[in-house]
């Protein structure tokens, strides 16, 4: 069990290029989450997806940023036209089903994508 | 407006001593709490979860208790070991998959 893959660890774009980070979620689960941590400050939610449907992107900004987990396939989070403030971690969650009451497991994270734009 | 706090000062403790850190949060009703500790540049790991209906949970070394009057989850570690140095998160869910997660308290437990 290889757990929450995300690819690549470290990505470096100069201003206005374009970034893709990938999520290979773990194996039997459906349910894929992204996270942005920025220095000093706690994790915070961006979207969450199933398989080809966006169940909720309220805390992913509305321009620029995209994400999609095809029926094949890793989530990919896209960032196009990057700037400064977009230099985070970003990282991946997965669960095997909606979270719940009554669930007695977390989220399975990965190591996450280190983005810094220079 | 909601808020999720833990003490941001690293907490040092000794090896053996247990180590209790403290989650408070204002304006939310959640429906559970979860602990995950993380490494440096690593994703977090989830530890425990406890229900808004249960006082205490144990896992090992670990305890968390959850006071919804008090509004604070408490998480102790028994016997700590230099490995068990980390960066703690609490992060509530309230009734959703949407989980509010706090800054962190960096734990150093000395050899």
């Known amino acids: 069990n290889a757990g929450v893959m995300q690819n690549p660890r470290h990505l470096v774009r100069r201003r206005g290029q374009e970034a893709r980070l990938r999520c290979s979620p773990m194996?039997?689960?459906?349910?894929v989450y992204w996270y942005r941590q920025l220095p000093e400050e706690g994790l915070k939610f961006m979207v969450y997806?199933?398989?080809?449907?966006?169940?909720?992107e309220s805390g992913m900004p509305k321009e620029r940023f995209s994400a999609e987990f095809p029926k094949e396939g890793p989530s990919i989070l896209r960032i196009q036209q990057v700037v400064r403030g977009d230099s985070a971690a970003y990282f991946c969650?997965?669960?095997?089903?909606?979270?719940?009451?009554?669930?007695?497991?977390?989220?399975?994270f990965g190591s996450g994508t280190r983005l810094t734009v220079v | 407006s909601q808020k999720i706090e833990q003490n941001s000062e690293a907490l040092n403790i000794q090896e053996g001593k247990t180590a209790t850190l403290t989650c408070n949060y204002t304006?939310?009703?959640?429906?559970?709490l979860q602990w995950y500790r993380q490494d440096p540049g690593r994703g977090p790991v989830f530890l425990l979860l406890i229900r808004e209906n249960e006082k205490e949970k144990r896992k090992e070394r670990l305890k968390v208790t959850f006071d919804t009057t008090l509004k604070q989850s408490l998480f102790h570690i028994t016997a700590s070991q230099p490995a068990d140095s980390a960066t703690y998160l609490c992060?509530?869910?309230?009734?959703?998959?949407?989980?509010?997660f706090g800054t962190g308290t960096r734990l150093k437990v000395l050899a």
């Open positions: 997806l199933q398989k080809e449907n966006i169940i909720d």
């Open positions: 969650a997965s669960s095997p089903l909606r979270d719940r009451e009554g669930s007695n497991y977390g989220y399975t």
């Open positions: 304006n939310y009703s959640p429906a559970y």
């Open positions: 992060a509530l869910a309230p009734g959703t998959y949407k989980y509010i």
């Open positions: 194996k039997g689960h459906s349910h």
